[in-house]
């Protein structure tokens, strides 16, 4: 649980700030969770490979009080597949959602965190702003993504020159004269460069 935490927090920071290190950080704790912790059912074993004394190793993901580690490890590993276009990711995810598919059938109230992870899956925006960090236009348009409410937004600050991994829906696209600019990509295809926040915001909206 606390590595899933700690992996969904990071990523968080990463959105906000733009720094790799903070999605670097997340991915080194998701292949910490995947050598210790991983169930070869599918999702994760709430306590290390490596516990002593222990009766026995137990698996859940019906959230309570507390999100699940597993509906929050499997949010991380869609957030990372959609952020790298790593494949790995996808499959780890869909199989932490497959691992507890009969429960979520028979009661799916207690499993909110891998329900929205499907949908993340399925239906995310992503969102990639092409632009110096702190600059000024590229603050603008974070303010447009930032003052919507998008639940399955998954949102990266790529500064002018970094490549996005080839698999990426908006692997080569790069700045539109000069200036910050964002775009929007649904199940693979990605909008018009937009430049300005009432096109970015506009974008997001459907308006």
């Not at 991915?27 to 009766?55: C, M, P, S």
């Not at 276009?85 to 028979?106: H, T």
């Amino acid at each position: 649980d606390d590595y899933a935490s700690m992996s969904v927090a990071a990523l968080a920071l990463f959105e906000a700030t733009g720094t790799p290190g903070y999605r670097e950080r997340a991915q080194n704790w998701a292949a910490t969770v995947e050598r210790h912790f991983h169930d070869a059912d599918g999702g994760y074993i709430l306590t290390a490979d490596d516990g002593n004394d222990l009766i026995a190793r137990t698996k859940t993901a019906a959230d309570g009080a507390l999100p699940s580690g597993n509906g929050m490890m499997a949010m991380a590993l869609a957030r990372l597949y959609h952020l790298t276009a790593n494949r790995d990711y996808l499959e780890r995810a869909e199989r932490a959602i497959a691992a507890f598919s009969g429960e979520i059938a028979a009661n799916f109230v207690s499993f909110p965190g891998l329900l929205a992870t499907n949908d993340l899956l399925q239906n995310a925006d992503e969102i990639v702003i092409v632009g110096a960090p702190g600059a000024d236009d590229t603050a603008a348009l974070l303010r447009a993504v930032n003052g919507l409410s998008l639940p399955n937004r998954v949102l990266q600050i790529v500064p002018p020159g970094i490549e996005l991994p080839p698999a990426h829906p908006a692997h080569g696209r790069g700045q539109n004269g000069g200036a910050a600019t964002a775009y929007v990509c649904r199940k693979g295809t990605c909008s018009l460069p937009a430049t300005d926040a009432a096109a970015l915001a506009a974008l997001l909206t459907g308006a």
